[in-house]
């Protein structure tokens, strides 16, 4: 099992750009987007990944937003629900970028994760982020 503790992933909209090629339009990533993969890199490295899991994969996303100065007016004003103010990325889009960054580094390939599950969790003292665990599967022969 690897846990890695990522910086806050970028918009799928920031992520990709469309470039004109003669007739046709190829989406790349942007600059923005390769400097993020290279800090994913980078972290993977240090937390001691040498090589990338090879096979299937389960993986847990926990997406924590930015928590705002006001976080408690906020809570005061709309109690236990006070996150849902907080401006935060879609998981889905989280979840994209995050699967591309982590491609070759930490996983194969994004074809073999077998189960993805995301969550978004409230806003922490600690900077916005996101924690990801990726785990095996072991395949079982009959």
Same mark, same amino acid.
């Given at each position: 099992?690897?846990?890695?503790?990522?910086?806050?992933?970028?918009?799928?909209?920031?992520?990709?750009?469309?470039?004109?090629?003669?007739?046709?339009?190829?989406?790349? &990533?942007?600059?923005? #987007?390769?400097?993020?993969?290279?800090? =994913?890199?980078?972290?993977?490295?240090?937390?001691?990944?040498?090589? +990338?899991?090879?096979?299937?994969?389960?993986?847990?996303?926990?997406?924590?937003?930015?928590?705002?100065?006001?976080?408690?007016?906020?809570?005061?004003?709309?109690?236990? #629900?006070?996150?849902? /103010?907080?401006?935060?990325?879609?998981?889905?889009? #989280?979840?994209? =970028?995050?699967?591309?960054?982590?491609?070759?580094?930490?996983?194969?390939?994004?074809?073999?994760?077998?189960?993805?599950? #995301?969550?978004?969790?409230?806003?922490?003292?600690? +900077?916005?982020?996101?924690?990801?665990? =990726? /785990? +095996?599967?072991?395949? =079982?022969? &009959?």
């Amino acid at each position: 099992m690897i846990r890695l503790t990522l910086p806050y992933p970028l918009s799928a909209n920031r992520y990709w750009r469309p470039v004109p090629i003669g007739k046709h339009i190829t989406i790349v &990533p942007t600059k923005e #987007a390769k400097a993020y993969c290279k800090e =994913v890199a980078a972290i993977a490295r240090m937390s001691g990944i040498n090589a +990338p899991i090879a096979g299937r994969v389960l993986i847990d996303v926990r997406l924590y937003p930015h928590r705002p100065l006001d976080w408690q007016k906020r809570q005061r004003t709309h109690g236990a #629900a006070w996150d849902d /103010t907080v401006q935060c990325i879609d998981l889905d889009n #989280a979840n994209k =970028v995050l699967l591309d960054a982590m491609k070759g580094i930490v996983i194969d390939d994004d074809k073999w994760v077998r189960r993805l599950t #995301a969550e978004r969790m409230e806003p922490d003292q600690h +900077p916005a982020r996101v924690v990801v665990t =990726v /785990t +095996p599967i072991a395949i =079982v022969q &009959p």
